[in-house]
């Protein structure tokens, strides 16, 4: 009898220790290496805030089930398509090779446009299998880009990869889930690129800076000359206009004050003091003040100059900076 009640015992504890076990012992997601190669990107769209990138991206797992070739997502893609597959498997491990040409989403930062850093990021998950079953680690062997890539107008200054989390505040009818928390693994890829700013800022500014100084030159004319005074300046502020409006063309909209904003601001304002000023002059040279009419031609324009120019270099330099 004892025997048998030492036994019975002896299998309570056995059960109770593996049950134990269970409850206490978390489940131990599956590591996958994740490396990405990027090919080309072009196509950079400020207006419809996208550009076009492809990169060869590869997995080492040891499930197949996960079966990355159709369930690899890109959330912040426009659109995705998957142009090469290879798959192979050796030494327990599943290898797989995919080739992809994504359309991206990007919020451009236009605030210091043309010489505006961004920051481009592709991000990758699976869309099937959440954290509890799979997590990434980067593979971070060699380059991430192909040396001769080459951006018209940007130079490539870095690109980082890494891995994390992605949480999203939903169970996606999951009904394990307790709590509206669910989590997928991450893997990001940045890319930052700067411009080569200095021959588009003049083919864009060009125009406004003409349109500016053909409406200085009035200083020069005669007091009394009202209609080629009134003339150049009103014709220069158009033009202004116009290429404000050609350049706000090419940009996408935004709530912020740019530094394109500034400067045509800063034209509109410099033809807007030099169309009051003249009036002033006329009326000067119309009570025959002309003497006094000449004096304030001349210091008005060397002030309006050097404040001009003094201004567009603090603009301009505080773009660059920032």
């Not at 398509?81 to 236009?110: A, H, P, Q």
């Not at 961004?118 to 079953?133: A, G, K, T, Y």
């Not at 949480?167 to 997928?184: C, I, M, R, V």
Request: net charge positive; glycine share 4%.
């Amino acid at each position: 009898m004892k025997k048998q009640v030492v036994f019975l015992f002896v299998i309570f504890l056995f059960a109770f220790n593996n049950k134990a076990k269970a409850y206490t012992e978390p489940v131990v997601p599956d590591t996958v290496q994740v490396g990405v190669y990027f090919i080309s990107l072009h196509d950079i769209d400020f207006r419809q805030k996208e550009y076009t990138v492809r990169f060869w991206l590869w997995f080492r797992c040891k499930k197949k089930e996960y079966d990355f070739a159709k369930n690899v997502e890109v959330p912040n893609a426009k659109s995705i398509e998957n142009t090469d597959n290879y798959s192979d498997t050796s030494n327990g491990e599943i290898f797989t090779l995919m080739k992809m040409k994504c359309v991206m989403k990007e919020s451009w930062r236009v605030h210091n446009y043309p010489f505006d850093k961004q920051q481009l990021e592709v991000h990758i998950e699976n869309s099937q299998f959440d954290s509890r079953s799979l997590v990434f680690v980067a593979d971070t062997v060699g380059k991430h880009f192909d040396p001769e890539l080459t951006i018209a107008g940007w130079n490539i200054s870095k690109i980082n990869v890494k891995t994390g989390l992605q949480t999203y505040q939903s169970t996606f009818g999951d009904n394990t889930l307790k709590e509206p928390h669910s989590s997928y693994a991450s893997f990001k890829v940045n890319i930052f690129i700067e411009r080569s700013a200095w021959g588009l800022f003049f083919k864009l500014f060009l125009c406004m800076y003409v349109s500016f100084f053909i409406s200085y030159m009035c200083f020069f004319i005669h007091a009394d000359s009202i209609e080629s005074r009134f003339g150049l300046s009103v014709g220069s502020l158009f033009a202004a206009v116009g290429n404000k409006y050609i350049i706000d063309s090419i940009l996408p909209e935004t709530s912020t004050f740019t530094l394109v904003d500034s400067l045509h601001a800063l034209t509109f304002i410099g033809i807007l003091v030099t169309i009051i000023l003249s009036v002033y002059s006329l009326t000067l040279a119309k009570n025959n003040h002309l003497k006094r009419a000449n004096k304030l031609d001349k210091k008005a324009a060397r002030f309006l100059l050097i404040s001009y120019i003094a201004l567009n270099l603090f603009f301009i330099i505080k773009a660059i900076i920032g």
